[in-house]
Each structure stands twice: as structure tokens, then as C-alpha cells.
Nanobody, 126 residues
Framework: QVQLGESGGGLVQTGGSLTLSCVAS????????IGWFRQAPGKPREFVAA????????YYGDISKGRFTISRDNAKATVFLQMDSLEPEDTAIYYC???????????????????WGQGTQVTVSS
């Protein structure tokens, strides 16, 4: 099975940008749908975006509001989440999840993903 590791989080001011990375190892990365989720304290994990295995089709949750862009580089076994115009409400731990099979736009819930990274903290100050 694939192992995932997120990086790129940090502290940023309102209106700033961050690019998160999700690096995979131990599996055929191009076989996996990758989703980004986030979890704020006391709240459930919520869907941010997903990307298909090879073509790179994308699907976004409402919380992305056109500010986030998901992409992938299968040669580097990496998925990126570019986040612009960040707001304090975006403060959360961001996780990437992986699953094999199906249609990328159908999997909007954490339980639909089989593998997870440890998360990376994003804090947006006002």
C-alpha cells in the first residue's frame, strides 16, 4: 500500500498563499485517486479537493471557493494543493488521502479513502 506524507504548512497572514505537497511511496502512485481534506479543532474532517489518477481531472469542495488548485506529478509521486487568498477560517490540519478505483468526483468523505498522511498544520492569522 502507498504511504503518504504531507508538507508545506505553516503560518501565513490573511490573503497569503501556501503550497502543500503530498508525497507518496511504496505503491503505484498513478493508480490512486488523491484527495485533500482538512480538519479544524472540534470539527469533522472536510473535503477540499480531489484529483484523478493519470489524466489529472479535478474536483473541488465548496470550501475551496475557487482559491485552491490541486495538481499532481506522477513522475515525482506528488500531489500539490496551491492555496491562495487564505482566510483565518482556513486554519486547520490538512491531510491527503489515497484510494484505488472509481471516479474521482464521487469520493467526498474521509471513510472513502484508504490511506492517509500525518497531516500538515496551516494557520492563517488575521
Amino acid at each position: 500500500q502507498v504511504q503518504l506524507g504531507e508538507s508545506g504548512g505553516g503560518l501565513v497572514q490573511t490573503g497569503g498563499s501556501l503550497t502543500l505537497s503530498c508525497v507518496a511511496s511504496g505503491g503505484d502512485f498513478s493508480a490512486y485517486i488523491i484527495g485533500w481534506f482538512r480538519q479544524a479543532p472540534g470539527k469533522p474532517r472536510e473535503f477540499v479537493a480531489a484529483i484523478s489518477q493519470t489524466v489529472g481531472n479535478t474536483y473541488y469542495g465548496d470550501i475551496s471557493k475557487g482559491r485552491f488548485t490541486i495538481s499532481r506529478d506522477n513522475a515525482k509521486a506528488t500531489v500539490f494543493l496551491q492555496m491562495d487568498s487564505l482566510e483565518p477560517e482556513d486554519t486547520a490540519i490538512y491531510y491527503c488521502g489515497a484510494r484505488i478505483g472509481g471516479y474521482y468526483y464521487r469520493y467526498l468523505w474521509p471513510h472513502e479513502y484508504d490511506n492517509w498522511g500525518q497531516g500538515t498544520q496551516v494557520t492563517v492569522s488575521s
